[in-house]
């Protein structure tokens, strides 16, 4: 196994991790941070192959991964802050609960 | 596969599989941090010393802290002890879990090229000229994102009490 | 001779790394780096905490600690035997794991920080491309350390501190990075040692050091207000006021552990004075270029001191600010400052170097300075105070 190799199937179990936590996890939270896991395997993989590409004197890796993250800290910001009024409307932030759109 | 590697490699997947699976949601987001903290660590063995820089600036020193504050803000503790799984979880792990199965056998799957392992280093001077002259459309577009996100999301967040009392 | 002394530590580092075996060499060479940080910013702390007793005390028109040795002078050991001997209460609802980890996340982090700091010519623990990145980026992770300590305490005074104390260092965080954005901006570089090596050159005697600039002065100014609240100091302590809130998020600690805390926060306050040393101050260059015999280190550890003084000074003179007031100033008046100033450092640098460019820098620099100040200075109508949580 090349040392690419060992990055991408990190970045796939993180992946696989954070998508398992969003699917699964009641809280409405925590499934955005299975959201934000997911967008940083993304980034593990855009710094693997700017590493081990064929060209890393090229910026477009960094600026890909750079770009991710502040477009990802915006909509957790978002996010949370929708969360936020819903939890206002309906007292908890159980998705199970969540499950009409009346009110 | 060095020891470093190896070793960052748990840290990270530790992190992510406490985060997902403990109880207490605060201490799922101080799990979060350690992972955010190990993937930084990468960035820099793998060279990209300003991404992961940044990575701590922005996950560790800013999203992590928003998290815990909307914890914080939404968290009774007199609220009863649910479940901490939803009902159909067994859907959402069998899901996560094909999805690795088939991303990891395309990556295995790869003819293994002999990837030019010269090392890498990109000096912060290149990263802002690069913002400067081929990515400064997109580094405008960030910026009016991260300006409407702002104001989105205080608009969102905001208390509406003098709505209420009226 | 000179030489030789201002490069004393560099030598003797040398000197040992000869006896050490070839495989061992990078370890040793990063554990010998290490040891004169680990030794000398706590013994530094030790004798700022005497200067700040004595100090606030001569303010305040008395005499300090005199009991503990010739006027006062074993009061750090004294303290420091306390502090080891006091029985360690956690209480029994805390999250223990956290409690314990909240300190110690604490000083890591300032401990950290010290890495890219220049003390003297050739002296720098690790010359990053990106050092002043790196040094914020450490920064921003005391805020975690003192969020788990405020929570973790399970009680109601040390949430509502350490939610003050993030509000308060989050706000101020922003002006502090833009209030260094126009050093950068001027030197070209995110590394501490070439911002330093830029000012240390002279013209006619006088340095090249940024406080020289009206930007600079103004950056400074700003820089060490920010740093102020960063540190949780007065007139910004009202997370920790003990007056109000008996010391806030780490009210629940006792013995050592509050002691790393005391430690935390007063590495942190040298670490921000540092790293405005370097960056405004020049670092390690001398004043003069005829005062260049004295060593480097000695400059820097001179200008920390100042600095540490000028911090007990303002301690000792000025009240606390509310938290509103806080806030305000932060977000209107530090930070449009903070924007404007890069603006003149840039209009500063496209402009030919003369008289001429000074004057126009220094009244674009003072004049949003008293509109700013004027509208600080508004009265506020004060309505009936409501609480809200989210619901």
């Known amino acids: 196994m090349t040392p690419l190799q060992a990055c991408l199937l990190l970045s796939a179990l993180l992946f696989a991790i954070g998508l398992a936590g969003a699917l699964t996890r009641r809280n409405a939270i925590l499934v955005l941070i299975g959201i934000e896991l997911m967008l940083n395997a993304a980034n593990i993989n855009f710094i693997a192959f700017w590493h081990y590409g064929p060209q890393p004197s090229q910026t477009t890796g960094i600026m890909f991964a750079i770009f991710s993250i502040g477009v990802a800290a915006a909509e957790a910001a978002v996010g949370l802050a929708i969360i936020l009024a819903a939890y206002r409307h309906s007292r908890t932030t159980d998705l199970d609960k969540m499950n009409s759109l009346k009110g | 596969m060095t020891l470093t590697f190896l070793i960052i490699a748990f840290l990270i997947v530790a992190g992510t599989a406490a985060a997902m699976g403990f109880r207490n949601p605060i201490h799922c987001v101080l799990a979060l941090t350690v992972s955010f903290a190990g993937i930084a660590a990468l960035y820099l063995e793998l060279g990209a010393q300003f991404v992961g820089f940044t990575q701590i600036m922005v996950y560790v020193g800013a999203v992590a802290i928003l998290a815990v504050f909307a914890i914080m803000m939404t968290h009774r503790p007199g609220d009863p002890e649910t479940r901490i799984f939803s009902r159909n979880a067994f859907v959402g792990v069998f899901t996560a879990a094909a999805v690795f199965a088939v991303i990891g056998w395309a990556i295995l799957k790869q003819p293994a090229t002999s990837a030019a392992t010269q090392p890498a280093s990109v000096s912060v001077q290149q990263i802002g000229a690069s913002l400067m002259h081929d990515y400064v459309l997109p580094l405008e577009i960030v910026g009016l994102l991260l300006t409407a996100a702002l104001i989105g999301a205080v608009v969102i967040a905001m208390d509406r009490k003098e709505d209420n009392a009226k | 001779m000179i030489q030789t002394l201002d490069q004393v530590f ?370 506020k109508k004060l309505q009936l105070r409501t609480y809200s949580f989210a619901e």
């Open chain 3, 10 to 379: 560099v030598i003797a580092k040398h000197w040992l790394m000869g006896y050490v075996p070839s495989p061992l060499q990078p370890l040793t060479s990063a554990v010998l780096s290490i040891i004169p940080i680990l030794i000398a910013f706590p013994l530094l702390f030790a004798i700022t905490t005497w200067l700040e007793r004595k100090g606030l005390g001569r303010i305040q028109n008395r005499l300090g600690p005199n009991r503990a040795g010739f006027n006062g002078l074993m009061q750090p050991i004294a303290d420091a035997i306390k502090s080891l001997t006091k029985e360690d209460v956690v209480p029994l609802t805390a999250d223990h794991i956290v409690h314990f980890l909240a300190p110690l996340l604490l000083v890591v982090a300032a401990f950290l920080a010290y890495s890219v700091l220049p003390v003297g010519r050739n002296m720098v623990l690790a010359n990053l491309n990106s050092g002043v990145l790196f040094f914020f980026a450490v920064g921003s992770v005391v805020e975690l350390a003192v969020f788990m300590a405020g929570w973790s305490s399970r009680s109601k005074y040390s949430l509502l501190g350490a939610m003050r104390a993030i509000a308060q260092m989050i706000s101020y965080e922003v002006p502090l990075v833009l209030a260094s954005v126009v050093v950068i901006m001027q030197a070209g570089s995110l590394s501490t040692v070439e911002i330093v090596e830029q000012q240390a050159q002279y013209t006619h005697g006088l340095p090249h050091w940024y406080i020289f600039t009206p930007w600079g002065i103004l950056g400074f100014i700003l820089f060490m207000i920010a740093a102020t609240a960063e540190s949780n100091r007065s007139p910004f302590d009202l997370p920790e006021g003990e007056s109000e809130i008996i010391a806030g998020y780490y009210i629940e600690y006792s013995g050592f552990k509050f002691a790393l805390f005391f430690l935390g926060e007063y590495l942190g306050m040298f670490a921000t004075s540092g790293i405005a040393i370097t960056l405004f101050l020049g670092g390690w260059s001398a004043p003069l270029a005829a005062l260049t015999v004295v060593p480097s280190w000695i400059w820097f550890f001179a200008k920390l001191l100042a600095l540490i003084f000028a911090f007990i000074w303002i301690r000792g003179t000025l009240p606390r600010l509310r938290m509103d007031q806080l806030m305000n100033f932060a977000w209107e008046f530090i930070l449009p400052m903070a924007l404007i100033n890069m603006f003149v450092a840039g209009v500063w640098r496209f402009m030919a170097p003369g008289i001429v460019r000074w004057l126009v820098c220094a009244a674009l620099v003072l004049a949003p300075c008293v509109v700013l100040a004027a509208l600080l200075k508004r009265k």
